[in-house]
């Protein structure tokens, strides 16, 4: 059924649910003949008008059902009187065999089978056990009260196969309602899920496109204005003073944006696995495997979580990564969402830990006892630190539920339906076998179709376990299809079980069939149909009986299930696309970050700032000196790539060294480089950058090697400065204090330094 503009999944199920209950209910009532007889031959009977008020109130349950007089509230009081009256008129049946004779405690029970099940379909899963353990219960006494007053002359544990088969069939309604349910709120989650990542990737998709824009104008808008700045000798006017300024406001601007976009956490999407892509991405940039799992995402937590709640779990696990970057010293590092419970109550925890050399002595830092410590118990939560061989922050969160999806409930069409209707039908069967034994001619032969009933159940719990998310495969259906006649001919021909209660084989063979049709292929119904009635000695009376109504149901239910289950796929992959391009959102960001985090953007800005307020002469000396370092800086890392190439990424470092220092250094990279070469040197590379002359030039350059690069570096110090030269250095004009280091670069984490090649002496 259509859900409809704002009617959720599980509201279309329970619509669902009562559609298809209420035709079994009508089927099931209408199709049994014996009842028919009796209804016919004793209509004034307290049984029949009351079995006639549940037909009543099934009539009036279908207006509210449909168009504008559909009501939700009315059609569950409607429900609850048709079941409550089936469940009485087959109670009273029971114990009215002096008026309706003694097919009345068979139609009886039968009738109270149908209420058992109607419960489990109707109700919710608590209530509906409850209700359905309720009418067994008052069954059993009913059956005991005719019993010990003479009304029926088999033994009590033959009678009690009776409100054992309306547990079963009331416990196997209850397992396909909650499958249904589960089916429905996976669906709703996943729906919730896509609108929510639309609307943080519509938001992401803005800051990208701001942050590329604000890339191109970078060297069209900032850079101009820094150089004119710097360079002076702008005309004392009021065009040219406004000129400037709103340069200056725009170049302001443009450093903003990127500021902004390289601040990944700006929008939250609800999951974790992509609002720390960034925080991943470095982690994996500086050779730190990240492995993420288990419940990290809103959706999963259905509700129990709010979204003020998961952005401070958010935050907090995204420095527990960031002081793994920078203290862990490890290789490995884990996220690990779950849902725990405790004597003090049920938690949603996540752990990251990594493999790194552990805190030792170290008092915790800011990160670990603000950011993460009172966030989290600013929200109600704890948080636990674990330090030996390796570190592991903990942060746990209370909830009132453990919610279905991460405990696991629904795990596709076949295992929610087939595992329950197995257990409950399985064990009644076993029981029926066992109360009646008495009664086999050849015990051999009873135990030779119990050996085949049982070997069916393996068939399909072998089926659930080895293909439990999908469907019945076929040959599953097809040894039930053919198994289920087989076994009801070997009791029949062979006189195995002629029992009062009838053949056991006809309920485990439609419990059976059930299942193959609710949870196998669309086929399956037709051939269950013609499976029955050969079961059924080609009796074509059957066909209007109880077990086809079982058939037309299981048909039903499977159609929804089956159709519930591939619009949840379908959602997922969606779901999981959209999830893939909010974490590819985050990525491009974090390498914003990279390539821009050491440009002095705060500064910058505030200065830029300042100059369109007219608080910043952009002739003082201070204002040109901080606009020309800033310019170096950023032509200097423009063509970098420091989230991709390591070699570039020291590079950015030694930027931010010459900008501090007030060396013009100029880098030149070729493409073609190995991304994961390091730059083994770069401690002497920084050495020799704090020892140049200010204003004086460097250069730094990377060019291609057969296999690797080579990274050399020319500065100017001080001559002075020469005998305190780190080694690999080589002075080149001792003179003039020129200096050059150089490595050849390879990948794998190995390279050769300048004392690996051969080089000339110190002049």
Aim: proline share 3%; glycine share 8%.
């Amino acid at each position: 059924m259509s859900s409809g503009v704002g009617m959720t999944r599980r509201d279309a199920t329970f619509r669902g649910l009562a559609v298809f209950a209420a035709v079994w209910q009508g089927l099931w009532l209408i199709g049994d003949a014996t009842l028919r007889r009796i209804v016919v031959a004793n209509p004034l009977d307290p049984a029949v008008v009351v079995l006639a008020l549940s037909m009543v109130a099934w009539l009036m349950l279908w207006p509210s059902l449909f168009g504008p007089t559909r009501n939700v509230r009315r059609l569950r009081v409607f429900q609850v009187m048709a079941m409550a009256f089936v469940v009485i008129s087959g109670l009273m049946l029971l114990a009215e065999m002096s008026a309706v004779g003694a097919d009345g405690w068979f139609v009886g029970a039968s009738v109270v089978n149908l209420g058992a099940g109607l419960a489990g379909l109707y109700l919710s899963r608590r209530t509906g056990v409850i209700v359905v353990l309720s009418i067994v219960a008052i069954e059993v006494l009913v059956v005991l009260f005719v019993h010990v007053g003479g009304g029926d002359e088999w033994p009590l544990e033959v009678d009690f196969i009776y409100p054992f088969y309306a547990l079963a069939l009331g416990l196997a309604s209850v397992a396909a309602r909650q499958a249904l349910n589960v089916s429905a709120e996976v669906q709703d989650n996943v729906q919730r899920q896509l609108l929510r990542q639309q609307v943080v990737q519509e938001s992401n998709e803005l800051t990208n496109a701001s942050v590329t824009s604000a890339e191109t104008r970078l060297h069209e808008t900032v850079l101009n204005t820094l150089t004119a700045i710097m360079r002076g000798g702008l005309a004392d006017d009021s065009a040219t003073r406004s000129r400037l300024r709103e340069r200056a406001r725009e170049s302001a601007d443009v450093l903003r944006s990127i500021a902004q976009g390289s601040a990944v956490a700006a929008q939250w999407s609800g999951d974790l696995r992509v609002d720390l892509a960034g925080a991943v991405v470095d982690l994996e940039a500086s050779g730190v495997t990240v492995r993420l799992e288990g419940v990290l995402d809103e959706d999963m937590l259905e509700g129990l979580v709010d979204s003020a709640t998961f952005v401070a779990v958010g935050t907090a696990v995204r420095e527990a990564l960031i002081n793994a970057l920078k203290h862990s010293g490890g290789t490995t590092v884990q996220v690990v969402g779950d849902i725990t419970r405790a004597a003090d109550g049920i938690w949603w925890q996540v752990r990251v830990s990594d493999d790194g050399r552990g805190l030792g002595k170290s008092v915790p830092g800011f990160g670990l006892r603000s950011v993460i410590t009172d966030g989290i118990e600013g929200v109600g939560g704890r948080v636990r630190l674990k330090s030996g061989k390796g570190t592991s922050v903990t942060v746990k969160i209370p909830v009132s539920a453990v919610p279905a999806t991460a405990s696991g409930a629904f795990s596709g069409v076949l295992r929610a339906i087939a595992l329950p209707v197995l257990t409950a039908f399985t064990a009644f069967t076993l029981y029926t076998i066992g109360a009646t034994w008495q009664y086999v001619n050849s015990a051999v032969m009873n135990a030779s179709t119990t050996v085949v009933f049982l070997g069916l159940v393996a068939v399909v719990v072998l089926a659930v376990f080895r293909d439990g998310r999908g469907l019945m495969p076929w040959w599953g259906s097809v040894a039930v299809l053919l198994g289920v006649p087989a076994m009801t001919y070997l009791e029949r021909f062979v006189a195995a079980a002629p029992n009062p209660s009838g053949d056991w084989t006809s309920e485990a063979g439609s419990a059976l069939l059930f299942v193959v049709v609710a949870t196998g292929p669309l086929w399956v119904a037709p051939a269950a149909a013609v499976s029955w009635f050969f079961a059924q000695e080609l009796a074509w009376i059957e066909l209007t009986q109880p077990g086809m109504f079982v058939i037309i149901v299981a048909a039903l239910l499977g159609w929804q299930l089956r159709r519930g289950q591939a619009r949840a796929l379908v959602m997922d992959t969606e779901a999981s696309e959209q999830r893939a391009a909010l974490a590819a959102s985050q990525v491009r960001l974090a390498h914003a970050r990279s390539r821009y985090q050491d440009v002095d953007a705060s500064g910058l800005i505030a200065l830029l700032d300042a100059v369109a307020e007219g608080a910043a002469d952009p002739r003082d000396d201070h204002v040109r000196d901080m606009c020309l370092r800033e310019e170096r800086m950023i032509r200097a890392v423009m063509r970098l790539q420091p989230e991709e190439i390591r070699v570039h990424r020291d590079l950015v470092t030694l930027a931010v060294d010459a900008r501090d220092r007030g060396v013009d250094l100029g880098i030149s990279v070729v493409d073609g480089i190995p991304a994961n070469a390091p730059l083994a040197t770069l401690a002497v590379a920084r050495t020799l950058i704090g020892r140049a002359r200010p204003e004086s030039q460097a250069r730094a350059s990377v060019s291609r090697t057969e296999h690797g690069c080579l990274f050399r570096l020319v500065v100017n110090i001080d001559p002075s400065d020469l005998s305190q030269l780190p080694s690999p250095a080589e002075v080149l004009d001792d003179e003039q204090g020129v200096v050059s280091l150089e490595e050849t670069c390879l990948p794998d984490s190995t390279s050769l330094t300048g004392l690996d090649t051969q080089r000339s002496s110190h002049v």
